[in-house]
């Protein structure tokens, strides 16, 4: 049996995409006291990426890189926020964990202190993987 990962760049973009949107809602959400929906977006937001994870690796794993195809301005658009999104992912799940574990154990002062660094950098992500999608996947797919 063969695995078609041909859907999963989509499918990869609509986890990082809900993953944004999660994160967003659990900010407003805690803005307004709301802790226990705060939690379970924020719990959400998690597993959503982690899913994210696991289908990336496989896409990657049987197809390797993929070759971006754009020229002129575009190029270093794309590698400059490629190189960013790439760094800042490798440590979102660090973040994410350690966030998580502060929240979930009840210890709000360090939870809220390294909140403030997770979640722009977990969002910065999250957002710019779509835009990666976008460019590599839409705007300039390979031929």
């Known amino acids: ?16 995409a809900t993953a944004a ?3 967003a809602i659990g900010l407003g959400l805690v803005k307004r006291r709301r802790f226990t929906a705060h939690k ?6 998690f597993a959503v990426s982690m899913l994210f994870l696991v289908s990336y690796l496989v896409y990657h794993a049987h197809v390797g890189s993929v070759r971006f195809t754009g020229a002129g301005l575009v190029r270093p658009l794309y590698f400059g926020i490629l190189v960013t999104h790439t760094i800042l992912a490798a440590l979102v799940p660090f ?15 360090r939870h809220v202190r390294i909140a403030q660094w997770t979640l722009p950098v977990w969002l910065y992500v999250s957002v710019t ?5 976008l460019m590599l996947y839409r705007l300039y797919p390979a031929a």
């Open 95 to 109: 973040l994410a964990v350690v966030t998580l574990t502060f929240g979930l154990r009840a210890r709000y002062p």
């Open 129 to 133: 993987g779509v835009i990666v999608y």
């Open 21 to 23: 949107v999660l994160l």
């Open 40 to 45: 379970v977006c924020m719990l959400s937001a």
């Open 1 to 16: 049996m063969t695995l078609d990962v041909a859907s999963l760049p989509a499918l990869n973009a609509a986890l990082n």
